[in-house]
C-alpha cells in the first residue's frame, strides 16, 4: 500500500512540475512576444519621427524662406548701414513704452 | 481443428500486417534520422535557426550650432523574384515599356531569385509601379541620406546607391559615420516567422558616430546666395569663396558656384561635384604680391617708404625682361607701390630678393598641403630656384610660376591676421572643440607684420579695394587680377580669374574672408570691379549674422 502511495505521490509530483515547466515557457514566450511587440512599436515611432525630422528640415529650406520674404513680405537685403544699435537711452525708453 | 487453424493464419496474417507496417515506419525513420540526418538537420536548421545581420542607421553630419548638413531618409527600391513570377508576361510588357534597362537584365536573369527594378525611386515612379498593379513588383525600403543645406553639397559630399561616401566629408568620415555591423543568431517562431524564440549576439557592431562640421549653416547659406548672385551678375564661368577664423583655423564657410544639388544625382556633372577651394589650384596674380612684399620687409631689402621708380609706364624691361603693369605710376614710397598693385615697382624690389624668396613662399605655406581633413586636397606648386629662368624671379613678384589652393591663400592671410602666427585650417570640430588650433611658433616678426597689416589697410582706404571699404570696421586686404593659361599653353589677357583677400577686424573679432571669380564676359575690367564688392556684400552680411555692430 505504502509503495503504491509513494508511486503515485511520486508520479503526480512530476507530472505538476511538467506542467509548470511549460507554464513557465509559455509565460517566457509571452512576455518575450511583448516584447518584441513592444521593440517593434519603438521601431515604428522612431521611423515617424526620422520622417517628420526630414519634413521640418524640408519646412526650414532656406532659399525658400528667402524667396518669400522677397517675393510675398517684399523685404530685401540688410547692410550695416541700415542697422541701427540702440543706446542704453533709447533702449530703455523702449522698454518703458512696452 | 479447421476454425483453429483458420484463427492462427488470421493471427499471423495481423502480426504480418503491423510487422509490415512498423517496419516501413522504422525504414523511413531510419533513412531520415540516419541516413539523410545531415541533409534534414541543415534544413531544420535554415527554417528555424537564422544569422542576422544588421547595419546601424548612418550618423548625420552637422554645421557648428548642430543643425543637421545631411540626415537620414528612407528611399524605396523595386524588385522582382525572376524565378517565380505569377504573370511573366504582362511584367515583361511594362517594363520594357517603362524599364528598359530592367528588362534587358531580366532576360539575361532570369532564373535568378531576386532582381532590383530600380533603386532610389522618384515619387513619379513609386506612383507608377503602384499603379500598375503587378503582384511580382515588390518594393523594399533602403536607407539614404538627405542634405537640407542648399550649397553645402561639394564640402558635405554624397553617399553611393549603398549609403557608403563617395566624396566629401561622407567620404573621408564613412568608417566613422557608417559604425560597423552587428550579427546576431535568432530561432525563428515558425508560424508567425515575425516573432523569435531566441536572440543571440554573435557580433557585437558600434554605431555610427556623427561628425560637426565648423561650417556655420546659416553664413554658408548667406555666402553662397551672394556668390550665386555675383557669378550670374557678372556671367562668370566660376567663382569661390572661404571665410576663415584665423584665431583658430575654424573654416565658418566654403561655397563654390555652380554647384550640384545632393538631393538629386541622377544626372551629376563631376566638374560641379568638387569643391574648388581646396582641390584646384589657380595662379592668383597680385593678390599674392604681400608675400614677397613681407619677404623684402624681413630680409632688410626694402622699407616702406623708399621711393621706387615706377617709369610712369604700363610696360618697361627690368634687366630685359618685359614687365607689365595695370596702370603707369612715377615715383612711388614702396608701400604706395603694394597699395596701387605696381608690377614694375614690385619686380625692381624683389629683385634684390633673389632666391631668398622661395623660402620665404615655403613660410607661408604654399606648396605643401594644409593638412585639412579633406580627400583630394592639392598640395600646389612653386617654382624652384634651380628651374627658374630669368623671368621667374619676377613672375614669383606678381604671383605667377606660383599656384596654390584658396584655402592656402586664406591660410596665408591668416598668418597676417594672427600677426605671425601661423593658422592650421579645420573643418571638423573634434575633440578639441572651439579650442585654438595654432600651429606653434611666429614666422614672423609682429614689427614687420604691423607694416604690411598698415599697408593693406591702406589699399582698401586708398589704394585698388577702395570699395571693401566698410565704415568703423578695419577692413584690410589685396587685390589680384591674373591671366589664365590658354589651350595654346599662353597667358590669354581675355580669360582672367579676379581674387580678392581680406581681413575684417573690430573689437577681437577677426575674419579671413577670400574669394575669386574667374572668366567673365566683359574685357578690360580688374579685381577691383569684381573681387572687391562681392567680398563687401559677403562682409556686410557676416557682419550682421555675427552681430558685430
Keep these: ?98 | 481443428m479447421q476454425s483453429h487453424t483458420v484463427h492462427k493464419i488470421r493471427i499471423v496474417m495481423v502480426f504480418l500486417g503491423f510487422m509490415g507496417v512498423y517496419s516501413i515506419a522504422l525504414i523511413n525513420l531510419f533513412i531520415i534520422q540516419i541516413k539523410n540526418n545531415k541533409f534534414f538537420s541543415a534544413m531544420g536548421q535554415s527554417q528555424y535557426n537564422v544569422t542576422v545581420t544588421q547595419y546601424p542607421p548612418r550618423a548625420f553630419i552637422y554645421d557648428r550650432h548642430g543643425q543637421p548638413l545631411a540626415m537620414n531618409k528612407d528611399s524605396i527600391a523595386a524588385f522582382i523574384t525572376p524565378n517565380n513570377l505569377t504573370n511573366p508576361i504582362a511584367l515583361k510588357k511594362f517594363l520594357k515599356k517603362n524599364f528598359p534597362q530592367a528588362y534587358e537584365r531580366l532576360l539575361e536573369h532570369q532564373q535568378d531569385h531576386f532582381m532590383y527594378i530600380k533603386r532610389r525611386l522618384t515619387p513619379a515612379e513609386i506612383s507608377q509601379l503602384e499603379q500598375v498593379d503587378l503582384e511580382d513588383i515588390q518594393f523594399i525600403k533602403e536607407p539614404s541620406r538627405y542634405y537640407p543645406l542648399e550649397g553645402s553639397g561639394p564640402i558635405v559630399g554624397i553617399t553611393d546607391i549603398d549609403n557608403q561616401g563617395l566624396f566629401g566629408i561622407e567620404l573621408q568620415y564613412n568608417e566613422q559615420l557608417s559604425g560597423s555591423p552587428s550579427t546576431y543568431y535568432v530561432e525563428k517562431e515558425g508560424r508567425s516567422n515575425h516573432c523569435y524564440f531566441k536572440k543571440e549576439t554573435k557580433v557585437q557592431g558600434t554605431t555610427g558616430t556623427p561628425v560637426t562640421l565648423t561650417i556655420d549653416g546659416m553664413l554658408q547659406f548667406l555666402v553662397y546666395e551672394e556668390l550665386k548672385e555675383a557669378v550670374h551678375h557678372w556671367k562668370a564661368r566660376e567663382g569661390s569663396v572661404i571665410i576663415l577664423d584665423p584665431t583658430n583655423g575654424d573654416i565658418l564657410a566654403m561655397a563654390n558656384y555652380p554647384d550640384f544639388d545632393p538631393n538629386s544625382t541622377t544626372e551629376l556633372d563631376l566638374e560641379k561635384t568638387k569643391n574648388k577651394i581646396i582641390t584646384e589650384v589657380y595662379e592668383f596674380g597680385s593678390v599674392m604680391k604681400t608675400f614677397p612684399a613681407i619677404a623684402a620687409l624681413e630680409e632688410g631689402a626694402v622699407t616702406p617708404e623708399e621711393i621706387i621708380d615706377c617709369e610712369n609706364s604700363k610696360s618697361t624691361y627690368v634687366d630685359g625682361i618685359k614687365v607689365n603693369t595695370w596702370k603707369g605710376h612715377g615715383l612711388l614710397p614702396y608701400e604706395k607701390v603694394i597699395e596701387l598693385s605696381n608690377n614694375i615697382g614690385t619686380a625692381k624690389v624683389t629683385k634684390r630678393l633673389g632666391p631668398v624668396l622661395y623660402d620665404h613662399l615655403k613660410r607661408f605655406g604654399f606648396g605643401e598641403k594644409t593638412g585639412i581633413e579633406f580627400p583630394g586636397e592639392q598640395k600646389g606648386f612653386i617654382n624652384h630656384p634651380r628651374n627658374w629662368s630669368k623671368q621667374s624671379l619676377y613672375s614669383l613678384s606678381f604671383g605667377y610660376e606660383l599656384n596654390a589652393t584658396l584655402l592656402q591663400l586664406a591660410c596665408a592671410y591668416g598668418m597676417i591676421a594672427n600677426y605671425g602666427k601661423p593658422v592650421r585650417p579645420r573643418l571638423t570640430l573634434g575633440c578639441n572643440n572651439g579650442s585654438p588650433n595654432h600651429m606653434s611658433g611666429t614666422r614672423y616678426s609682429s614689427t614687420i607684420m604691423n607694416i604690411i597689416n598698415n599697408i593693406l589697410a591702406k589699399t582698401v582706404t586708398e589704394g585698388t579695394a577702395r570699395r571693401a571699404h566698410i565704415q568703423n570696421y578695419s577692413i584690410r586686404g589685396k587685390t589680384g587680377t591674373a591671366n589664365l593659361i590658354g589651350l595654346d599653353g599662353k597667358y590669354n589677357p581675355d580669360r582672367n580669374i579676379f581674387t580678392f583677400a581680406c581681413i575684417v577686424e573690430k573689437n577681437g573679432y577677426i575674419r579671413v574672408i577670400v574669394n575669386f571669380i574667374k572668366e567673365i564676359e566683359q574685357k578690360d575690367i580688374y579685381a577691383s570691379s569684381v573681387a572687391v564688392p562681392l567680398s563687401e556684400s559677403i562682409a556686410h552680411k557676416m557682419l550682421i549674422h555675427d552681430k558685430v555692430l
Excluded: P, W
Excluded at chain 1, 500500500?1 to 508511486?7: C, D, G, P, S
Excluded at chain 1, 506542467?19 to 522612431?46: G, N
Design chain 1, 1 to 98: 500500500m505504502k509503495k503504491n502511495y509513494f508511486f503515485l505521490i511520486f508520479l503526480s509530483t512530476n507530472i505538476a512540475l511538467v506542467f509548470f515547466h511549460i507554464y513557465k515557457q509559455s509565460v517566457i514566450i509571452k512576455l518575450s512576444y511583448e516584447k518584441q511587440r513592444k521593440e517593434q512599436t519603438i521601431e515604428d515611432y522612431i521611423q515617424e519621427k526620422k520622417e517628420l525630422e526630414q519634413i521640418m528640415e524640408q519646412l526650414k529650406n532656406r532659399a525658400g524662406i528667402k524667396a518669400f520674404a522677397n517675393n510675398q513680405l517684399s523685404m530685401h537685403k540688410a547692410r550695416l548701414s541700415d542697422i541701427h544699435c540702440l543706446d542704453a537711452k533709447e533702449e530703455h525708453a523702449i522698454s518703458h513704452c512696452s
